[in-house]
């Protein structure tokens, strides 16, 4: 049973692929034949070769420059769009910049433009207003290169941003962590302070060594409770003053909660993370 | 520092009341407009924009041709805008 | 504050290019929609004359036709494209032997230059050169003729387009379907949901915003589609393949009617925008409506 469904996604993706390819078989088969037989009755199978297209091609000046323009400018491109999309996704998506939701619509409102008539301002813009001195922007590669950023930055900003959003803002259970550093509500007997021991701060990588954590040790030491849990105190546990959401912990919701006695129930202590309330309402 | 609750593992995280929240701006906190959906005051100009565009062809296409001047549906529109800014 | 300064940072080369080289042009644009000029008329100076631009357009049966159309053609290619995608998309979540191979061919299309699409597909669907009205014609005895049959002109540009961008869509939605944690499917499934039950307050809601990012993106280039189109039929036969695009086109460097045509890309940007928006507000806004 299971044999025979595997057989049939095969045979499923063998049409598909040639259905998928066919154009472009096509397109080779127009490629090989000279341009008298091009208006004879179409074949589908290729019966004779004739390469002098190719050869045509490959010795004409002109289009070998032509085909280094078509490279410089599309690898740039593609070099400048990665790299100012992954910035501007990374900005996005962790820091909690103001009015942030609606650059990024924003951002795709310039793809929408139908580029024929966008040609003639931007043209226009090229010669006279973007010049420095003598330099213009017109006819110069990277000219070209920025024209293009314009439809293809919000792209790769839209694709690249779920992307990033994904990717987990610190480390969880399991995973590479500086040595030494403890996740939080981690109980692992710790010394008491002053206690002989080894301490942090006699590191000789200075905190720098990760060591692999497996998930299992972790989830363990993430359950168990220990006498020394103290409340959580967020001022002053945060180096960067900033709270998992991004927000400024400076303004906690709750004032009190510093006050709250060891003992009492996490989500006591931290009421903007009772979620799970807030979305049965 | 990492920060790792074990109640926060748990917790599922609502995103889309995330994404709603990071787009309202300080100026306008809780609203409550006639609009059917939270807004923030980009979104309610941008309405009344779309909304005067979309008078103004109509009025071409149809209610100028009958003799009424254009300014008409300029001064509708402004009139709505401000509504939808201000109440919405 | 020091943070966010730096994200600030990371941000700016970004808006710096698109305020240069998208909200310029465009606000010049905007500017030449309400001129009258004519660069290699008579009079080649630009002449304020307010709205005239688009009261000639609402107007002009040409433009009109050709915006039917135009949406006729995203309807169709675009609601294809999704659910083709979607398919495929789920068919690639089994396993199966050459699983990255096939996935490889399927991604080849995307690829392609748009105007190098629109040749493929004119050297197969000319009539006398191409193969596919020969073996129509040959099988099912079928005249495909794409220079005279208006619809089937317009069915070879949907195709053309389903063919050149399903692989994104697939792509996008693969990314989405696999980032879905396991646990709600299994929950539905103990609770005795069926199929489609699943699919539509499952899955559909789950993988929404993959799926708006995907429809945004190929709903405007659909919107805007020229050089295909202009390669494949010319916007002929008649004017049942003109989209706004391709009238745009024909419109402003024959005749250098440049006003005029900054008026129709105006409105054409305009469309874009507020379909966009509204689908926006139409899939995300129900999850949050005020209470």
Redo the contacts between chains.
Sequence with gaps: MRRQR?WL??L??IV??F???F??Y??FV?SVKPAVE??S??E?ILSSVYWKNYVDVIYDETLRGYMVNSLIISTGNAFLVTT??F??C???S????GGKES?F?W????????????L???F??LTQ??RIGDFTLLDTKIGMI??Y??FN???A???LR??ID?IPKEPRRGGLRRRGERLDGDHRDRPAAGAAGPRRDADPHLGLRLERVSARRDADQLQRPHADDRPVRIRHDDR?R?GRDGGDLDVHPDPGADRLQPGSAPHRRRPDLRRRERMMR | MSRTEPQDIETPINI??E??ESRQSPLDKER?GFL???TNWFDRV?ISV?IW??L??FW??FL?PAGLS?NFSHAIAVLLGVYIVWKG | MQ??R???I??A???V??F???????L??LW?SFHQWNPFALDPTIVYNG?DN??AL??DSGFLSSLGVTIAFVFFAVLSELIIGYL?AQ?FL?????KAF?RT??T??LIMAPI??GS??K??TTP????IP??LDSWFGFDLNIGTSAVAAFTVTVVMDV?HWT?LVTL?LI??LV?LPADPFEQAQIDGANKRQIFWHITLPMIA??LL?TV??RL??A??T?DEVLMLTGGGPGSATRY??VH??KE??PKTN?GY??A??I????L???S??LL??AL??P????A
Aim: glycine residues 4%; hydrophobic residues 60%; contains cysteine.
């Design positions: 595997t996604y095969l499923f993706w598909v692929s259905l998928t390819l154009p472009i096509w397109l127009i091009l208006f009755t179409p589908i100012l999309g910035l501007a990374y900005a996005l962790r820091f909690n910049l650059i619509f951002t795709i409102t310039n793809r929408m433009a139908p580029p024929a008539v966008f003639l301002p931007l226009l813009l207003v973007y920025l024209v950023c314009t930055l919000p792209f900003i839209w694709t779920p992307t994904g960067h900033m | 889309y009341e994404q709603e409550d059917p959906i939270q941008f779309i565009v979309a103004s062809l071409l296409r100028e254009l | 943070s966010n730096l994200g600030w990371l941000l080369p970004t808006l290019i698109l240069f080289f998208g909200v310029v042009p465009f010049y644009v030449l709205a688009f009261r609402v107007f495929l068919a089994k396993e199966f032997p050459g096939f061919i399927h080849l299309p190098i699409v493929i597909w050297l197969m006398s050169i191409g193969i020969s073996l063919w692989p996008t990314a989405a980032s915003p993959a990012a945004f993106i405007m280039d919107l805007r020229v706004l695009g745009i086109f402003v460097f440049y045509g900054s129709v890309s409105i054409v940007l305009y874009t925008i507020v966009c928006w926006y507000v995300i806004a999850r949050n409506k005020k």
